[in-house]
Structures are given as structure tokens and as C-alpha cells.
């Protein structure tokens, strides 16, 4: 009698084994939707941080896990690229913009103000 109480207990505690399993696994489904939302959000080093942490609960999502994480990466470059793009047209408009600053400079240079409110330029004789 003794010996059916021990596998009737075994039997018992192994039997969660696979409930635990699926748990988990159901717990990594979870973080995996979380880890979306942040991928949505841009807020990627949180939604790396998830997907590894679904990685290591749940081995049956590790494809799906390995999916999303090459998804961020792209994502990561792709601003990576856009920065870059918008630095490049920035310095453009600077080097415009002080162009035209420069010229406007040039011509305040050659104006005369009388009395500090009117200004008079004066045309060059060989123009």
C-alpha cells in the first residue's frame, strides 16, 4: 500500500511538469506581444531585453523570438540610415543659410544710415 501512495505521488509531480511547460510558454506568448508593442514604439533595447527573455522560457518560440530580433535590427538600421540622411540635408541648409547670411551682411556693409534710421547705399561707378 506504501508503494502505490509513492508512484500515485510521482505520478503527480510529474504530471505538472508538462502544465508548467505550457505555462511557460503561454508566459513567453505574453512577453512576446509586450516586445511587439515596444518594436511599434520604438523602444528597442526594452523589446530585445523581452525577446530574449521569451527565448529562454519558451524554447518552441525561439524561431518566432529570432524573427522579431532580426525585425528590430532592421528597424535599428533603418533609423540608423534616416539620421543619417537628415544630418547630410541639415548641413546642406546650414551652408545655405550662411551663404545667404553672408550676403545679406555684405550688402548691410555697404549701406549708410543717416541718423541711425535711414539707409542709403551708394552704386558703384563701374555698375
Known amino acids: 500500500m506504501q508503494t502505490s501512495y509513492w508512484l500515485l505521488g510521482i505520478c503527480l509531480i510529474?504530471?505538472?511538469f508538462p502544465l508548467r511547460a505550457q505555462?511557460?510558454?503561454?508566459?513567453a506568448a505574453q512577453i512576446i506581444r509586450l516586445a511587439e508593442r515596444d518594436l511599434a514604439n520604438r523602444t528597442y533595447?526594452?523589446?530585445?531585453?523581452?525577446?530574449?527573455?521569451?527565448?529562454?522560457?519558451?524554447?518552441?518560440k525561439k524561431d518566432q523570438v529570432n524573427r522579431l530580433i532580426k525585425q528590430a535590427f532592421q528597424q535599428i538600421e533603418g533609423e540608423k540610415r534616416s539620421a543619417k540622411q537628415a544630418q547630410i540635408e541639415s548641413d546642406k541648409q546650414q551652408k545655405r543659410a550662411d551663404?545667404?547670411?553672408s550676403v545679406a551682411e555684405q550688402v548691410?556693409?555697404?549701406?549708410?544710415?543717416y541718423e541711425g534710421k535711414f539707409g542709403l547705399t551708394l552704386k558703384d561707378a563701374g555698375e
Do not use: K
Open 108 to 113: 548691410l556693409d555697404q549701406m549708410y544710415f
Open 99 to 101: 551663404s545667404s547670411l
Open 14 to 16: 510529474l504530471s505538472t
Open 23 to 27: 505555462t511557460n510558454c503561454e508566459d
Open 45 to 60: 533595447e526594452r523589446a530585445i531585453n523581452r525577446l530574449l527573455d521569451a527565448r529562454d522560457i519558451c524554447a518552441a
